[in-house]
């Protein structure tokens, strides 16, 4: 079945490193999505891109970085430079040029501090 | 920033119940969506409805939109234990043939109680 898969579905980050969250869709969509969700509250936008080697920053690109090299990939590096990085984060993926469309989702990864 | 804001912010029912939940929003949009996320997962798209749509049905699912009042409503008829989960609204103001991003709201979290 198409769809989108994140991994790992957990992640502990330690003081100082780097990680990176993987997001790979099957979907042949153009357009994809980072999002940020804090417990309790609604997603807020990272990063996302319309097409290959292109990308935007979304509200909270601070401390985050991406890159879209492939059309099915689109990975999500947490710095250190992101002081509170303890949250679920979403991927979706959305085709374009079709008139309105939904965004599909994965199934997040969900990041803690050790 | 979050432009749609859920009302209420908790619901709890038992089976059988309608639920409605209301959303409002601040700008102009191209369509408004509703997404439904279980505990600990990704958002699964329900409805789109168009700007230009009042009304739209899905199964026991109705979704009405005012854009005078900037303002959706999600109707879930006949309510099941299986409908617990949190509600999203979300808006989209770019052109139908982009990528654009949309801007969530902060939920509803809906406990249907056998």
């Known amino acids: 079945d198409g769809g989108i898969t994140q991994s790992p579905k957990y992640l502990f980050r330690k003081e100082g490193q780097n990680v990176t969250l993987s997001c790979e869709q099957n979907l042949n969509h153009d357009a994809m999505y980072w999002y940020r969700q804090d417990p309790g509250q609604g997603l807020r936008l990272i990063y996302y891109s319309q097409i290959v080697n292109d990308f935007q920053k979304g509200d909270i690109a601070e401390g985050y970085s991406v890159s879209r090299e492939k059309k099915e990939s689109f990975p999500l590096t947490v710095t250190s430079a992101q002081k509170n990085p303890t949250a679920f984060y979403l991927c979706?993926?959305?085709?374009?040029?079709?008139?309105?469309?939904?965004?599909?989702f994965g199934d997040g990864t969900r990041l803690s501090i050790l | 920033s979050q432009q749609g804001e859920e009302d209420p912010q908790a619901l709890s029912i038992q089976e059988g119940e309608n639920a409605t939940m209301n959303c409002s929003y601040k700008t102009s949009i191209n369509n408004l969506q509703w997404y439904r996320q279980n505990s600990g997962r990704g958002l699964v798209h329900l409805i789109l409805?168009?700007?230009?749509?009042r009304e739209k049905h899905s199964g026991r699912l109705r979704v009405t939109l005012d854009t005078s009042k900037k303002s959706s409503s999600l109707l879930i008829t006949a309510s099941r234990a299986a409908d617990t989960a949190s509600y999203f609204c979300a808006t989209d103001a770019g052109k139908e043939t982009s990528g654009s991003r949309l801007t969530f709201g902060e939920g509803t979290q809906l406990t249907v109680n056998p």
């Open positions: 979706a993926s959305r085709r374009i040029g079709a008139g309105n469309q939904p965004q599909h």
């Open positions: 409805i168009r700007s230009n749509e």
